[in-house]
Nanobody, 126 residues
Framework: QVQVVESGGGLVQAGGSLRLSCTLS????????MGWFRQAPGKEREGVSC???????TFADSVNGRFTMSADNSKNTLYLQMNSLKPEDTAMYYC????????????????????WGQGTQVTVSS
């Protein structure tokens, strides 16, 4: 059974930084596209960033230039480094993995991902 586990959320002041981690089990790390999503109370889930098997990445306009991704293949872990955080970044953050191996590009649509973690809460105070 594929497992996706996020960690690293917390409370931070505006302008601060957090690094989220996403560990993937029972799926060949790096062979599938992975994405970060977030959902604030009363809002729809939105795509934050994604990366595909070749390392090609995409970021939502709202986080471009502030968030970056990196991976540690030895740990089957994808990281989301979030800098210059704003109160509007407050949300539950989810990591997801595609079920199609080697898909070209990556998607910020939640419907394109099959495996999801439970989420980690990020709260940015003003």
């Amino acid at each position: 059974q594929v497992q996706v586990v996020e960690s690293g959320g917390g409370l931070v002041q505006a302008g601060g930084s957090l690094r989220l981690s996403c560990t993937l089990s029972r799926l060949t790390f790096g062979a599938y596209a992975m994405g970060w999503f977030r959902q604030a109370p009363g809002k729809e889930r939105e795509g934050v960033s994604c990366i595909n098997w070749s390392g090609s990445s995409t970021f939502a306009d709202s986080v471009n230039g502030r968030f970056t991704m990196s991976a540690d293949n030895s740990k089957n872990t994808l990281y989301l480094q979030m800098n210059s955080l704003k109160p509007e970044d407050t949300a539950m953050y989810y990591c997801a993995a595609d079920a199609v191996i080697g898909r070209p590009g990556c998607s910020l649509l939640s419907t394109d991902y099959a495996f999801w973690g439970q989420g980690t809460q990020v709260t940015v105070s003003s």
